[in-house]
C-alpha cells in the first residue's frame, strides 16, 4: 500500500484526498486549519453583507479512512521523504502532494498592511471582509479605490468583481452621483486576458469607474490618504480596498530551489511534478503554474495527480473555468487552456445562477460525486470549441 501525504487541506487536497482508491492508498492529510473555507465566498460578505457561515469541520469533509492531522508544516525534505510540524511532529511519506495555497503579503508594499488593517479586504478572513462590508455601509460620498497590489492574484477576476459589486452598492444606495469610484490594475488593459477584458472594459465606462491601468503599487500614505504608484502617480482615497500580494506557504523545502522568489513551488505545467524530484507533486494556487489561482483549478490539476499517482497516463492541459460575477445579476466564466487564449464569453443571467449555485454544491463537490456532470459540462465548453463554434459562426455565407 502506497502512503500518500498531502499537504494542504483547501479545495485541491480535499478533492483529492476523496478521489483516492482506499485500497490503493494510505492516505494522510495535514493541514494548519481544523477549518476549511469556502473563499469565493468572501466576495459576498463584503460587498453583499451575507451571512459568515462558509466554513467546515475539514475532518466532515474527508472520507473515514483517510487520517486527519491538524499541524503546521514547517519542514518538507523532498530527498528523505520527510516532513516535520510545528509542534515536532515527523511524518514519512511514499509520495507526497503540496497543496498549501497562498496567503496574503500586505507586508511587502509600505503602508497596506497598516490600510488593510482600517478597511478590511476579502482575501483572507471572514472578519476582514465583514469589516470591508462595514466601511462601504458607511459611505455617505467621496472617493472609493479598488485596487490590484500585485500582478499574481488569487482568483484573478476578483479584484475586478470587487468593484463592480461596489458599483452596483452605491447605485442601490443613491450614492452614485456623490462618490468617484476608481478601479487600479498593474495590468495593460483592466482585465489582463483580452478575450475578458473585451467584455469587461465597456462595462466599466458604462456604468462610470475610472480605470488606471500600468499602476505598479509602490505604498500606500496612510496618513495623506493616497497611494502611490512605482511610475510616481497617485490616488486619493476616502476609502481604499486593495488586494494585497500573495506567496506561497512559510515552508522551508529541501532542497530550497523548488520555491520561486514568491515562495510558489516550481512544477511542471503537464506532469505537476515538483521540479526535479521524485515522488512529489504540487496543485492548486501553491504552484507557479501558468494558470489562474483558482479553485477549479486546484480541482481539474487533483484529478491529474490523481491518475499520476495511480500510475494512469495523466497531463494537464492548463484548463481554466473561473467564474466572474459582473454584478446586476450577470456573470460571465473566464475560460482557457495552455492551447486556447481565454475566451470571450457573453455574459448572461444563467452565468451568474452558475456561480452563486457553486456555493451551495461546493462542499459536495469535494467529494467527487458532481464529477460526471462536470466533465461532460467541461467538455462542452472547452475553450477550443468555443473558440471554434464562434469562428464558424462569424464565417462569412458563402
Ligand atoms: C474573494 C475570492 C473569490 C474567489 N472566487 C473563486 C471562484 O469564483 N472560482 C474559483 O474557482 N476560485 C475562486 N477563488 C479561489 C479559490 O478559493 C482558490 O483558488 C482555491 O481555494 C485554491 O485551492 P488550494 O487547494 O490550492 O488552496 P487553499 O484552498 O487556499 O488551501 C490551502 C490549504 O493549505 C493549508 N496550509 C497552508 N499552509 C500550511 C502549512 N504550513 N501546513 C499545513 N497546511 C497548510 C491551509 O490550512 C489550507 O487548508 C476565490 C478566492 C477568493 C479569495
Known amino acids: 500500500m502506497k502512503r500518500v501525504l498531502i499537504i494542504g487541506g483547501g479545495s485541491g487536497a480535499t478533492f483529492l484526498a476523496n478521489t483516492l482508491d482506499r485500497r490503493q492508498f494510505e492516505t494522510t492529510v495535514v493541514s494548519a486549519s481544523v477549518l476549511h473555507m469556502f473563499q469565493p465566498g468572501l466576495l459576498y460578505i463584503a460587498f453583499k453583507n451575507a451571512p459568515a457561515g462558509i466554513t467546515r469541520a475539514e475532518r466532515r469533509l474527508l472520507p473515514r479512512h483517510v487520517h486527519f492531522v491538524q499541524q503546521d508544516v514547517t519542514h518538507v525534505n523532498l530527498r528523505e521523504h520527510r516532513v516535520r510540524t510545528q509542534a515536532g511532529m515527523e511524518l514519512t511519506y511514499d509520495e507526497v502532494v503540496l497543496a498549501t495555497g497562498?496567503?496574503?503579503?500586505?507586508?511587502?508594499?509600505?503602508?497596506?498592511?497598516e490600510v488593510n488593517a482600517q478597511f478590511g479586504d476579502y482575501h483572507s478572513t471572514i472578519e476582514q471582509a465583514q469589516k470591508v462590508w462595514r466601511h462601504l455601509a458607511e459611505v455617505r460620498g467621496g472617493t472609493i479605490v479598488i485596487g490590484q497590489g500585485a500582478a499574481i492574484c488569487k482568483c484573478p477576476p476578483s479584484p475586478l468583481e470587487g468593484v463592480l459589486l461596489a458599483e452596483e452598492f452605491l447605485r442601490e444606495r443613491g450614492l452614485k452621483s456623490r462618490t468617484k469610484l476608481v478601479y487600479f490594475t498593474p495590468y495593460p488593459r483592466p482585465y489582463a486576458a483580452e478575450g475578458?477584458?473585451?467584455?469587461?472594459?465597456?462595462?466599466?465606462?458604462?456604468?462610470?469607474?475610472?480605470?488606471?491601468?500600468?499602476?505598479?503599487?509602490?505604498?500606500?500614505?496612510?496618513?495623506?490618504?493616497?497611494?502611490?504608484?512605482?511610475?510616481?502617480?497617485?490616488?486619493?482615497?476616502?476609502?481604499?480596498?486593495?488586494?494585497?500580494?500573495?506567496?506561497?506557504?512559510?515552508?522551508?523545502?529541501?532542497?530550497?530551489?523548488?520555491?520561486?522568489?514568491?515562495?510558489?513551488?516550481?512544477?511542471?505545467?503537464?506532469?505537476?511534478?515538483?521540479?526535479?524530484?521524485?515522488?512529489?507533486?504540487?496543485?492548486?494556487d501553491a504552484t507557479n503554474l501558468p494558470t489562474s489561482k483558482a479553485?477549479?483549478?486546484?480541482?481539474?490539476?487533483?484529478?491529474?495527480?490523481?491518475?499520476?499517482?495511480?500510475?494512469?497516463?495523466?497531463?494537464?492541459?492548463?484548463?481554466?473555468?473561473?467564474?466572474?460575477?459582473?454584478?446586476?445579476?450577470?456573470?460571465?466564466?473566464?475560460?482557457?487552456s495552455y492551447?486556447?487564449?481565454?475566451?470571450?464569453?457573453?455574459?448572461?443571467?444563467?452565468?451568474?445562477?452558475?456561480?452563486?449555485?457553486?456555493?451551495?454544491?461546493?462542499?459536495?463537490?469535494?467529494?467527487?460525486?458532481?464529477?460526471?456532470?462536470?466533465d461532460v459540462y467541461f467538455r462542452l465548453t472547452a475553450p477550443e470549441k468555443l473558440a471554434a463554434r464562434k469562428a464558424h459562426r462569424l464565417r462569412p455565407a458563402a
Not at 104 to 113: D, M, V, W
Not at 267 to 278: A, C, N, P, Q, Y
Not at 296 to 322: I, M, S, Y
Request: with cysteine; net charge neutral; glycine share 8%.
Open 102 to 113: 497562498v496567503q496574503t503579503a500586505a507586508a511587502r508594499i509600505p503602508g497596506l498592511e
Open 196 to 284: 475578458i477584458n473585451d467584455i469587461v472594459a465597456p462595462i466599466l465606462q458604462a456604468r462610470g469607474i475610472e480605470v488606471r491601468t500600468f499602476f505598479d503599487l509602490d505604498r500606500v500614505d496612510t496618513a495623506n490618504r493616497t497611494i502611490y504608484s512605482i511610475e510616481g502617480e497617485q490616488i486619493p482615497y476616502d476609502l481604499a480596498l486593495i488586494v494585497p500580494p500573495f506567496i506561497g506557504a512559510p515552508i522551508t523545502y529541501e532542497p530550497a530551489e523548488v520555491l520561486d522568489e514568491d515562495r510558489l513551488i516550481i512544477t511542471d505545467k503537464f506532469s505537476l511534478r515538483v521540479k526535479g524530484v521524485e515522488s512529489a507533486f504540487a496543485i492548486g
Open 295 to 336: 479553485g477549479v483549478g486546484a480541482h481539474l490539476e487533483a484529478k491529474v495527480v490523481a491518475q499520476a499517482l495511480a500510475a494512469k497516463p495523466a497531463r494537464f492541459d492548463g484548463r481554466t473555468h473561473c467564474p466572474m460575477d459582473l454584478a446586476y445579476g450577470k456573470g460571465t466564466f473566464v475560460i482557457g
Open 339 to 374: 492551447a486556447a487564449p481565454t475566451v470571450k464569453y457573453a455574459p448572461s443571467r444563467l452565468n451568474h445562477w452558475m456561480k452563486a449555485a457553486m456555493a451551495r454544491v461546493y462542499w459536495i463537490s469535494l467529494r467527487g460525486w458532481l464529477d460526471p456532470l462536470f
